[in-house]
């Protein structure tokens, strides 16, 4: 277990549906990343927060969003959603910002029909 | 492109025998992690080596560093059955002015009865 929690686990929605990700890093952690596996694309980093504040964007489309709240925990939104945004989200934490070891949650499994 | 790209794509051996997967990358580095990935869960870190390293050990595994020839390679000895997972080599990135950690594709290694 690494400490860190996501929920939902499962989730399926219909086309043009909006989500919401929920990420609890591990106690202590300032830094939480989100990404996005595929099949065909792997792990994409999406985008970073540290300490409630955004630090770096990576493939993120327009139609995403994040935040991290005071409390540090996080949510990914994602809107409009497309059959091609069916992909495990990953969510993951580090004590600092940078590129240092990341603790992982064990995903939400986003299934679009 | 990514950062970090593992070969093989795919290792199918018999349990006790050592298993070997390799990682090359394309610009400098501070470090490099390896992870492994059990199927459909998070990301467990396994090792982080530094540029100035030129090896390290953890249990059954054996991270080289090769900075000279942009390489890096896991050795994973007497292999288990439990081994079994996709293996993802990280390197750090500059992605819009922050160190980031950018994945491979990955290596999915079978370890056989």
């Known amino acids: 277990d690494s400490g860190v929690t996501q929920t939902p686990k499962h989730l399926i929605t219909a086309t043009g549906q909006r989500v919401t990700l929920r990420c609890s890093p591990r106690s202590g952690d300032l830094s939480v990343y989100w990404y996005q596996q595929s099949l065909d694309q792997g792990l994409q980093f999406l985008i970073q927060y540290y300490n409630g504040e955004e630090r770096a964007k990576g493939n993120i489309l327009e139609r995403f969003s994040a935040q991290q709240f005071p409390d540090l925990h996080s949510e990914l939104n994602l809107s409009s959603l497309e059959l091609g945004d069916s992909a495990l989200y990953f969510c993951?934490?580090?004590?600092?910002?940078?590129?240092?070891?990341?603790?992982f949650g064990p995903g939400t499994r986003l299934t679009v029909t | 492109s990514q950062q970090g790209e593992e070969d093989p794509q795919a290792l199918s051996i018999q349990e006790g025998e050592n298993a070997t997967m390799n990682c090359s990358y394309k610009?400098?580095?501070?470090?490099l992690q390896w992870y492994r990935q059990n199927s459909g869960r998070g990301l467990v870190h396994l090792i982080l080596i530094r540029s100035n390293e030129r090896e390290k050990h953890s249990g059954r595994l054996r991270v080289t560093l090769d900075t000279s020839k942009k390489s890096s390679s896991l050795l994973i000895t007497a292999s288990r059955a439990a081994d079994t997972a996709s293996y993802f080599c990280a390197t750090d990135a500059l992605i819009q002015g922050a160190q980031k950690l950018v994945f491979g594709q990955g290596t999915r290694l079978t370890i056989n009865p």
């Open positions: 993951a934490s580090s004590p600092l910002w940078g590129p240092y070891e990341q603790y």
């Open positions: 610009t400098s580095i501070n470090n």
